[in-house]
């Protein structure tokens, strides 16, 4: 089975401006999930969707980060305006089933100058 | 606050030897275990998973501890071999559910 897919692979941007990333998830899987990894760090859950629907984003800090996932596959992160902090890789995951491990995209990774 | 620390951020072990990585946990919510690997510019993948009804869960040269009255799980890599070298994440979760909360990660690297 294809893996979780993401694109850009790296992006460059400057602070204050924004930037979109995209993710298409392991056909099937009804859960996706948004995280964030800075340097050094583990991956940090930014946001939760079953289907089209959020489950969980109280860690999403809402001020500039928006996510969607439309028709319930793929789905997008946006950042607006971006901070020199948002610099991460930002990975896509998806799962089946409740219970079942995640199955992890190669990330965006994203700097902010 | 950190609910899952990884203390160690890297190890090095000689190949054929047993690598020992470490995860404490402070949330007693925690009901579901997992370790992730990650090699550089992929994402994570599963390695291996732990109910907090067992001790001891076994896959291959992959082996996972669980001492919850310690708040405490190890993974075990016996032998170890120059492709486990990696990034190796713990993680955790409630009611067996998906939402993860992850360590910092320790770095494997395993000496020919």
């Known amino acids: 089975e294809a893996g979780v897919a993401q694109s850009p692979r790296y992006k460059i941007i400057e602070k204050r401006q924004s930037v979109a990333f995209w993710c298409n998830p392991i056909s099937g899987h009804a859960t996706l999930y948004w995280y964030q990894q800075i340097l050094g760090q583990g991956p940090k859950l930014l946001i939760q969707f079953q289907n089209n629907g959020v489950v969980d984003d109280s860690q999403l800090p809402k001020d500039r980060f928006s996510a969607e996932r439309l028709k319930g596959v793929d789905s997008t992160l946006k950042i607006q305006p971006a901070k020199l902090e948002d610099s991460a890789v930002y990975l896509c995951?998806?799962?089946?089933?409740?219970?079942?491990?995640?199955?992890f995209g190669n990330g965006t990774r994203l700097t902010v100058t | 606050d950190q609910q899952v620390k990884q203390n160690s951020p890297s190890l090095s072990v000689q190949e054929g030897r047993i690598s020992i990585l470490n995860c404490d946990y402070t949330n007693s919510m925690f009901d579901y275990f997992l370790w992730y690997k990650k090699y550089p510019a992929e994402g994570p993948t599963f390695l291996i998973s732990i109910s907090s009804i067992k001790d001891k869960n076994e896959d291959g040269r992959f082996t996972v501890f669980l001492n919850k009255s310690a708040k405490h799980l190890s993974l075990h890599i016996v032998p170890s071999q120059p492709g486990d070298s990696a990034v190796y994440f713990c993680?955790?979760?409630?009611?067996?559910?998906?939402?993860?909360?992850f360590g910092g990660g320790t770095r494997l690297m395993v000496k020919p």
């Open positions: 993680a955790a979760t409630p009611d067996a559910g998906n939402m993860l909360t």
């Open positions: 995951a998806s799962t089946r089933d409740r219970g079942a491990p995640l199955h």
